[in-house]
């Protein structure tokens, strides 16, 4: 079983719509959790940066952590075609020198 | 700020061919550089990480002589393939860690992506 799941998609949704992306993960030493943006043929770019559990903010991206039931979220708003990309979560345990685990990633596709 | 380059962005060499690719933080001292690589429509697979100063970590599975990893300085690591074969055509991208910004944050450069004749 990984230790990190996540629906690889593809996700398809028109401009404007909430995007909710999710991941799963099975290890209780995750503490730190992370989105990233991925376009085709470029590196990955952290969007959203979350400690432990609860709700981050950050313009039309919304950041969800909920420990008890190991699940993370992303929620965009106003979704928009340049939203288009790979979304990957990860994790850390946050000990000095713990590496990311990632999930597989999803692909959006948001429709003009 | 926290910005990674990676070159070169693309290369594309005959089997056998040794190929370096550098990374380098560029506003920013990074103690600890990681290097992923990534096949198409898959997640990025962690190969090594890389202390400043120290020999590099590999992940199991990582053959240590062929993917050699020199960390010289806080805002340069190296990757060089050596003898190259068409099984290591990918994308390697790195990533590095902000040493003042807490240990956690990883940012990543924009890639290599290698093709092995």
């Known amino acids: 079983q990984k230790e990190v799941e996540q629906d690889p998609g593809p996700l398809s949704v028109p401009e404007g719509a909430i995007v909710s992306l999710n991941c799963t993960y099975s290890?209780?030493?995750?503490?730190?959790f992370m989105w990233y943006r991925q376009y085709s043929r470029k590196g990955p770019e952290l969007l959203m940066y979350?400690?432990?559990?609860g709700n981050k903010e950050d313009g039309r991206f919304t950041a969800q952590v909920d420990k008890s039931s190991k699940y993370i979220s992303l929620f965009i708003r106003d979704s928009q075609p340049s939203d288009s990309a790979t979304y990957l979560c990860?994790?850390?345990?946050?000990?000095?020198?713990?590496?990311?685990?990632f999930g597989e990633g999803t692909q959006l596709t948001v429709n003009p | 700020g926290a910005v990674v380059s990676q070159h070169p962005s693309r290369v594309i060499c005959k089997s056998g061919t040794s190929v370096k690719i550098e990374c380098r933080s560029l506003?920013?001292?990074?103690?600890?550089m990681f290097w992923y690589r990534q096949f198409p429509k898959q997640s990025l697979m962690l190969m090594a990480t890389?202390?400043?100063?120290?020999?590099?970590?590999?992940e199991q599975g990582v053959e240590k002589d062929k993917f050699l990893i020199n960390h010289a300085s806080l805002t340069l690591s190296t990757l060089t393939v050596a003898s190259a074969h068409p099984e290591d055509s990918s994308f390697y991208i790195c990533?590095?860690?902000?040493?003042?910004?807490?240990?956690?944050?990883?940012?990543f450069g924009p890639g290599t992506r290698l093709t092995v004749l």
């Open positions: 990533s590095a860690r902000d040493r003042a910004g807490g240990e956690i944050k990883q940012f």
């Open positions: 890389s202390n400043e100063g120290s020999k590099a970590t590999y």
């Open positions: 290890n209780s030493a995750f503490q730190y």
């Open positions: 990860a994790m850390s345990r946050g000990t000095s020198g713990s590496r990311l685990t």
């Open positions: 979350t400690y432990s559990s």
């Open positions: 506003d920013f001292q990074a103690t600890t």
